[in-house]
């Protein structure tokens, strides 16, 4: 029996291994080709009444930009820095804008009075008052009990929450905020 060169037998594994790569790709390959794809399910058309939808109402983005602005408006006006965040009735964040030399807490005490305003469908003024009879509302997560946060209404049910933070008082920022409820009206 006559032994190899290394070589030799370095360039017969490697061409091996190449063929069998080769191989192990044609067949994946292969199967890919002739595997019956079942095809995507036709749109079903149910609930041709809306039984099962839910109507809501809310603010489009630019009704939610005009707000924040009336607000971030009236407030610059006044020489105060704030942020003004503006929330869906579901009180998801639609519209937040940090006013220049608005310190880093406002964006989010802003955002958690505008939830807490929607939430109970009242400016927060007035749900800072109702913590000295329950005052485990302030463990509620996401809420701020402290004014500065004013409810949207369409017919009475609140659709969107309009809150600013960073003023030197509640009352002021509750000022700016309703500020941006008045400008929807416009």
Known sequence: MKKTSVRTRMLTGTAAVTALAAAGVGAVSASAETTDTPAAPAAVKVDTQNKNLAQSTGLNIDAATRAAQAALDAANKAGQ?????????????????????????????????AFTAVSWNAPTSELAKRLAQAPNLKDIPGTLFLAGG????????????????????????????????AALGK
């Open 81 to 113: 820095h704030v942020s003004v965040a503006v929330v869906d009735r579901d009180g998801v964040t639609r519209v937040l804008l940090k006013g220049d030399g608005a310190g880093p807490q406002a964006t989010e005490s802003a955002e958690r009075k």
């Open 150 to 181: 004013a409810p949207v209404q369409s017919k009475g049910a609140p659709v969107a929450g309009i809150g600013v933070a960073g003023a030197p008082s509640g009352d002021l920022d509750e000022q700016f905020a309703q500020a941006g409820v």
